[in-house]
């Protein structure tokens, strides 16, 4: 039998029961169309959380004060961490792979211009803060790369504190309060929106020694390192490390790579986007049912056709070959069917709700239409071995 | 050439055994016209199955054309059935969603004839069959005659030796079934070898040799 003649033959006897051929394959269409709605949701939520935490570069290395060690004693009762400090920042600078650093602290202080005050966060950052972190700047310019020790005071506004404090008024130039010290305002930002509820346009930034004396701490809370695209996040973090040691006689801090949190948390939203997947893939399991049903029905009616085909000198894994041909044509009919519901789904998705765009991949759509086929082989395997079965006079005798 | 050499078939009929063939032997040579008559339950059908060789006997030895086919494979027997026998059911057995026309094209398909070929082997067949303008109509569109004409188109498309005819006019209407059996008789003029299968004397009485069966047995 030539191939086309096969598959015409299959396709015949599809077609031949529309209502019944229709409604087999709109249950694998929404079973397939399940798996690739809930897995474009996935992607489109992986992609848009990587994107979050992307959104300040990825070539990103933190170092945080403190040894994350898996004894259970506190660090205060044995308090021997020895602080980071802006010169460790400025040793750091020295590694080749190492573009630049950022010494930051953080803190919370108001912040008042002509009557207006705010509460808000403050960062103290370096210049180098701007090209690290990837800072649209709106209006001015970020601060100046003054010596650290010596830093102007300057300040650069977010978004909305800037919208808060003037309005539709003239910012740049104007003088600020900020924890009863005078500032002058250099520049302010671009809105950069939320990152894990933190609003990032409700916060201002001056330099890292001027937060220390406004905090009264001498020590920073965190180095952000950005090295080179080529080199390696592991072995620059090696070198981050034997660098420090050198400096404070023992491993008092963490190193955190960018690299490895956005791993781990690609690895948990991927096991995410699967587990959605297969919650779908049991409306497929369904649809699969479906068709071992109509499958059934099938061979069940067209027992003397098998008795027929036999007598025409047609053997039995030819038989067995039909049957499950059309299961597989039933199933990848409903299977293509679902890929429409499921990207038409995930689009409709996107359009409703655009901060969370439903992304569907080509190697998703071309596995589930796959997977149909594999769910209308595995139903159709029972039927298509009961017709292949049959003996031929027994087969013949049904009519 | 038909040779059948004490075949024997056993059935188990819920607890019983039916004997439907003992110690069966004949012998038909190329081009001959039989009917086999007898009773329902004589082995008729039994014989005709074994003959077609849809159904094994539990011994005995057939041979068809010079070859011992009783001692083929199931692939070989299968092989043999395409090529060499064509069958003739009472109740015509078309395949209801396919045309006259493709229900004639299915041995040719299932052999794998390219479409060309097969177009012309098919109109050919149907023309010649008195078919020429039904070749696009469904069976259920065809009357009793047309259709079990559509079923001889079919069962010798394939030129076989042999032609098995179970009942071939047991359910059509007297004038339709003269017509049926004069085609057969044609083919048979044109060198098949026809056995008939057939209850209606009437019918036996047109073959030039009746094999008559009781009880499994040949008389």
Known sequence: MLAQDFLRYTVKSVSSQRLRSFLTATGIAVGIGAVVLLTSLGEGLQHFVLAEFTQFGTNLISVNPGKVTTHGISGAL?????????????????????????????????????????RTTIYGVDASAARVWRFEIAAGRFLPNDPPRAARSFVVLGSKVRQELFGSSQALGARVRIGGE???????????????????????????????????????????????????????????????????????????????????LG???????????????????????????????????????????????????????????EAVVLAAIGGLAGLVLGVGGSWLFSLLIPALPAHTSWSYAAAAELLAVVVGLIAGVLPARRAAGQHPVEALRAE | MIHLQHIERMFMVGEEEVHALRDVSMRAEAGEYIAIMGPSGSGKSSLLNILGLLDRPDSGSYELDGTLVSGLDEKQQAAIRMHKIGFVFQFFHLVPRLSAFENVALPLILSGVKPDERQTRVTAALASFGLGN????????????????????????MQPSVILADEPTGNLDRSSGIEVAEILEELNRQGMTLIMVTHDPEMGKRSRRQILMVDGRIQ
Do not use: C, W
């Open chain 1, 182 to 264: 005078l500032f002058r305002v250099i520049g302010s930002m671009e809105s950069k929106g939320q990152l894990l509820g933190f609003d990032l346009d409700d916060s201002v930034y001056i330099p890292t020694s001027k937060a220390m004396a406004l905090f009264n701490r001498d020590s920073l809370m965190e180095i952000n390192l950005l090295h080179t695209a080529g080199s390696s996040s592991t072995s620059v973090a090696e070198q981050v490390k034997k660098v420090l040691i050198a400096r404070h006689g023992s491993e008092d801090f963490s190193i955190t790579t960018q690299e490895k949190m956005l791993e781990v």
């Open chain 1, 267 to 325: 690895g948990v939203l991927g096991t995410l986007t699967f587990a959605v997947g297969a919650i779908g893939g049991i409306s497929l399991l369904v649809g699969g049912v479906g068709i071992l049903t109509i499958m059934s029905i099938a061979v069940n009616e067209r027992t003397g056709e098998i008795g027929l085909l036999r007598a025409m000198g047609v053997e039995r894994s030819q038989i067995l070959a039909l049957f499950l041909g």
């Open chain 2, 134 to 157: 039904r070749a696009r109509h469904r069976p259920d569109q065809l009357s009793g005659g047309q259709r079990q004409r559509v079923a001889i188109a079919r069962a010798t498309i």
């Open chain 1, 78 to 118: 044995i308090s021997n961490v020895r602080p980071l400090t802006i010169e460790d920042a400025q040793t750091l600078k020295n590694i080749p792979q190492i573009i630049d650093t950022v010494s930051v602290l953080q803190g919370n202080a108001a912040i008042e211009s002509s009557g207006r005050q705010r």
